[in-house]
């Protein structure tokens, strides 16, 4: 019950605030744990595939006992002083797991210069959010990066760790947020991380499962409610959910794609190399800058009725036991 409070009072915490710049985060820490644990792990094992994948096992059962154990006692501890302690802090450290606000801010950075018809500004702000080469982009190429953006992001970025922190309070919710960034810092496939990231990529691949198949029905199910195209959102979902190098990351953008009646994903540059990617939608009009707070009204739905997802069931676990 403690928990169940805890995450509603951390999601409104971050549909209110967001991640304020200047204010300490846990993502931060992590980014700093990361890289330490990296060089270690790779001073103690040889240079080779073997050595390094085992580098890379190693650093994810580092990041995972630490997240899990770490946030765990600090609970243990906060309740022992005061059970209002223990939700205070428990709050917090689940608003830090989510980016609902943060997703929407980062996107309407781009929305803003494209509504001014800044385009040079629109390919910095975009540039900031996405791997992509941005510098040649058209209008319609930053558009469709930043509804990409917003929803792919709104599977792991909201609706994985509402799943998780919902299961296990927010030491699971830590837990989890330790893998995707260790994802987002080692899950590469270049020279340097293909072997020794691999661990991380896998398992981030794994944790996101079934979040990320959730937060595609609950998608289509949002694009409805706000009386978007859910129709189209279902058949597009349907079609086009495995459309991505990823196993999950287009399991959002194809409803996204569907409830908007435009055409995601596509051939990009990355480093200066073309890299062939398979399309989500159909092209049944171009992309527009507005279908950037489209986007973000979907990820608001899908996120709030997600949230209420689990506070049902959470509730439901609760009576029967």
Known sequence: MLSLIALVIGFTLDL????????????????????????????????????????????????????????????????????????????????????????QVASLTVYKPLNEQNLSGARLAVAEIVGRDTASLDEGGVTRAAVETVAENTGDGIIA??????????????????????????????????????????????????????????????????????????????????????????????PCAGALHVRLGGDNYYFGKLVHKPTIGDDDRPIEIDDIKRANRLLFATAIIFLFFCIIIKGVLLWLL
Not at 25 to 38: A, D, M, R, S
Not at 237 to 245: A, G, M, S, V
């Open 16 to 103: 209110l605030i967001g991640d304020p710049i200047g204010w300490p985060h846990i993502v931060l820490g992590y980014g700093k744990l990361i890289p330490f644990f990296e060089h270690f792990l790779r001073r103690l094992f040889p240079e080779t595939e073997k050595g390094e994948r085992t580098g890379g096992v190693f650093l994810v059962i580092f990041m995972c006992v630490i997240s899990l154990g770490v946030s765990t006692g600090i609970l243990v501890l906060c309740q022992l002083v005061s059970v209002y302690l223990r939700i205070a802090v428990e709050s917090i450290l689940i608003w830090q797991c989510l980016s609902l606000r943060s997703l």
């Open 161 to 254: 760790p509402l799943l998780y922190t919902a299961i296990g309070g927010a030491p699971l919710g830590m837990l989890y947020k330790a893998v995707n960034t260790m994802d987002s810092m080692v899950g590469y496939k270049n020279d340097k991380y293909l072997n020794f990231g691999r661990a991380a990529a896998k398992f981030d691949d794994a944790v996101n499962l079934i979040p990320a198949r959730l937060a595609g029905l609950f998608m289509v199910l949002a694009a409805y409610l706000i009386k978007f195209d859910g129709r189209n959102a279902w058949r597009i979902f349907k079609r086009d959910r495995l459309n991505h190098k990823s196993p999950n990351s287009a399991h959002t953008e194809a």
